[in-house]
């Protein structure tokens, strides 16, 4: 199993900063047909790439997680015979239905071209649950954010990987991270310093203090791979991160590598 990091930025940047490449807004490709959040970096794909996505999995619906995901729906329309499904819980779906795939911002391609023959399906899939398909496994994992969101653990036979989503103070997270087999990295949003803590805790992320908190007593033997850092501040948050996390394995992910699991 392949991931493929398409983006992981907290925000659209020119780059500049010395936190590695984080790309566009954040998308992990599974293999050739499981995306993760449909973010700025999905423009990195090309036609044939978009058109072989079966499955996109969401961690919740703002923006930077989900800006390509009615434009990739409909360039890809016409090179599939089978919807999309999109998996994201029942309340995050319920949000793309309300206020983007409404016929205003963006047509209903849950009935379009056809009811019968859409361009994408919604499936509701909550925290705990697990999909299967082809000796990989995607689990819904438990996230704290400022709308309804969540994590995901992705693996196959050979080792597992998890993502965060976009998360503040969530011991429960690393609960469930901590004991899954073959834990080989773990994505975590760190999306601010320290010195705006206040932000960090009004907008529900990560910033190096609360992930340090967190993982006060956890034992796991995984590399932490930050994502979701604000472009100003990604050397900034990494250096405390170091500070902070001694004696853990981490670095910035970036846009671009593949992680081979
Ligand atoms: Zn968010
Ligand atoms: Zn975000």
């Known amino acids: 199993?392949?991931?493929?990091?398409?983006?992981?930025?907290?925000?659209?940047?020119?780059?500049?900063?010395?936190?590695?490449?984080?790309?566009?807004?954040?998308?992990?490709?599974?293999?050739?047909?499981?995306?993760?959040?449909?973010?700025?970096?999905?423009?990195v794909l090309s036609d044939d790439e978009l058109a072989r996505i079966d499955h996109v999995f969401l961690t919740h619906s703002h923006l930077d997680h989900l800006a390509f995901l009615p434009l990739m729906i409909d360039a890809v329309g016409d090179a599939r015979d089978a919807p999309l499904t999109v998996h994201a819980s029942r309340a995050t779906?319920?949000?793309?239905?309300?206020?983007?795939?409404?016929?205003?911002?963006?047509?209903?391609?849950?009935?379009?071209?056809?009811?019968?023959?859409?361009?994408?399906?919604?499936?509701?899939?909550?925290t705990g649950e697990r999909f299967m398909l082809d000796g990989r496994t995607v689990t819904a994992l438990p996230a704290r954010h400022t709308v309804p969101s969540m994590g995901f653990a992705v693996s196959s036979?050979?080792?597992?990987?998890?993502?965060?989503?976009?998360?503040?103070?969530?011991?429960?997270?690393?609960?469930?991270?901590?004991?899954?087999?073959?834990?080989?990295?773990?994505?975590?949003?760190?999306?601010?310093?320290?010195?705006?803590?206040?932000?960090?805790?009004?907008?529900?992320?990560?910033?190096?203090?609360?992930?340090?908190?967190?993982?006060?007593?956890?034992?796991?033997n995984a590399e932490l791979l930050i994502s979701h850092l604000k472009p100003p501040h990604g050397a900034q948050i990494l250096k405390e991160l170091r500070a902070a996390l001694p004696h853990v394995s981490l670095r910035a992910l970036r846009a671009g590598e593949v992680l081979t699991l």
Do not use: K
């Not at 010395?18 to 999905?42: F, K, R, S």
């Not at 760190?190 to 910033?207: G, N």
């Open 93 to 126: 779906l319920d949000i793309l239905q309300a206020h983007i795939f409404n016929n205003l911002i963006w047509p209903d391609f849950t009935r379009i071209p056809s009811p019968d023959a859409p361009g994408v399906r919604f499936e509701a899939f909550e």
């Open 157 to 220: 036979a050979q080792g597992c990987l998890a993502f965060s989503g976009d998360t503040t103070t969530n011991p429960a997270f690393w609960a469930a991270v901590c004991v899954l087999p073959g834990l080989r990295h773990v994505i975590v949003e760190t999306a601010f310093p320290d010195a705006q803590i206040a932000l960090a805790h009004a907008a529900h992320h990560y910033c190096p203090t609360l992930i340090a908190d967190d993982l006060r007593g956890v034992q796991m």
């Open 1 to 43: 199993m392949n991931v493929r990091v398409l983006g992981c930025s907290g925000a659209i940047s020119s780059g500049g900063e010395d936190a590695g490449d984080p790309g566009g807004t954040t998308a992990l490709l599974v293999d050739h047909d499981i995306m993760i959040d449909a973010g700025t970096g999905v423009a």
